[in-house]
């Protein structure tokens, strides 16, 4: 099992940026739907964007033009650029990794968007 770590996350002013990093223990290119969930207080875990192993993307619309996902599987690594960021983003993001007989979740990192 793929073992998944984020970093980049924490507390932004709203209109703010971030970065967050998912680095895998082995290779990505295996897995062919790598992506980003979100957790709100209080609120089930969500889909905030995927993204294939050629490249083809999808975004919740309350993130669509604001938030973009990229992968390096050279790097074995998933990025989620956020930008413009608002109060309601504020969530634990996960990373996940679905494959044949596969779905790992990272352990989550905490974004707070607030002034």
Do not use: H
């Not at 998933?78 to 109060?87: I, W």
Request: net charge positive; aromatic share 8%.
């Amino acid at each position: 099992q793929v073992q998944l770590v984020e970093s980049g996350g924490g507390l932004v002013q709203p209109g703010g940026s971030l970065r967050l990093p998912c680095l895998a223990s082995g290779s990505i290119f295996s897995f062919p739907v790598m992506g980003w969930y979100r957790q709100p207080p209080g609120k089930q875990r969500e889909l905030v964007a995927t993204i294939t192993t050629r490249g083809p993307t999808n975004y919740a619309d309350s993130v669509k033009d604001r938030f973009t996902i990229s992968r390096d599987n050279a790097k074995n690594t998933v990025y989620l650029q956020m930008n413009s960021l608002k109060p309601e983003d504020t969530a634990v993001y996960y990373c996940n990794a679905k494959g044949i007989g596969q779905n790992s979740w990272g352990q989550g990192t905490q974004v707070t968007v607030s002034a």
